[in-house]
């Protein structure tokens, strides 16, 4: 096992014994590796509010973003996007992030380990532990939610992820409302947004998530014209807060 710097760096640091660099700057973490064709850089962790974003490799582009810290409801507020602290280390193969933050009245600890980029993927896989007591509001499908993805739709020429899909099912994003009408939600382990290329964004990845439990996955769209709002959230949802979960992000071109 070798450490890699958490001080802030500007330069790649690559070696015999490993492939990965860490650039901490600007309050990103920005994570590198050096593959066949030179370093490139396949994930961005913002620390302000632990967004996190993968992709695919040289040709992908940058696009949906996972909140790692969970997101709830308590007393008529939504609570999302905690500052968080990171460390990394290398082991064996893979880049291993530590974070820790708060969210309101929850404490999270996670880890993100981050697997070499093969075959036109990105993977990491996470494991969280949650600590803190709070009174969840009672919010169908929105009391808890320990993994949300974090998108944009404007238009069907104006987007960064086109669709939803749930399982088998692929779901068409609207330009304001539920993802996933109330009397449709289902649970699955596999859910995501589609990537792809339309007038405004080129490349940009799909993103999927695979739990370790079926839960039930519904998510929100906020109409706006700005093509810099998230205005869509989609999420696996718990009735619960969650003491001790994990999932698959996947990164890959559509």
């Not at 850089?41 to 040289?58: K, T």
């Not at 996470?126 to 993805?149: I, S």
């Not at 810099?228 to 003491?243: K, M, P, Q, T």
């Amino acid at each position: 096992m070798s450490a890699l710097p958490s001080a802030m760096t500007t330069s790649h640091r690559i070696s015999a014994t490993t492939r990965w660099s860490v650039i901490r700057d600007a309050g990103q973490v920005r994570v590198h590796y050096h593959g066949p064709h030179g370093p490139a850089q396949y994930a961005a962790l913002h620390v302000r509010d632990s967004y996190f974003r993968l992709n695919a490799g040289p040709r992908c582009g940058w696009g949906t973003s996972v909140i790692l810290l969970p997101v709830y409801w308590s007393e008529g507020r939504c609570h999302h996007g905690g500052r968080v602290t990171a460390s990394w280390q290398q082991e064996d193969s893979r880049l291993v992030l530590s974070l820790q933050g708060e969210v309101g009245g929850l404490r999270a600890r996670l880890s993100v380990s981050l697997a070499p980029p093969a075959d036109g993927r990105m993977v990491a896989d996470v494991q969280a532990r949650v600590e803190g007591d709070v009174r969840l509001d009672n919010r169908p499908g929105e009391r808890f939610k320990p993994v949300m993805l974090s998108s944009m739709y404007a238009s069907p020429t104006l987007w960064v992820a086109q669709a939803a899909q749930v399982g088998d099912v692929r779901h068409p994003l609207p330009l304001q409302g539920w993802v996933v009408p109330p009397d449709e939600v289902t649970a699955s382990r596999t859910f995501g947004l589609l990537g792809g290329t339309c007038a405004w964004k080129t490349h940009a990845p799909t993103i999927d998530i695979t739990l370790d439990r079926a839960l039930p996955i519904t998510g929100w769209v906020t109409r706006s014209d700005d093509p810099n709002d998230d205005s869509v959230g989609f999420w696996a949802a718990a009735d619960h807060v969650l003491r001790a979960y994990s999932y698959r992000i996947t990164a890959a071109l559509p």
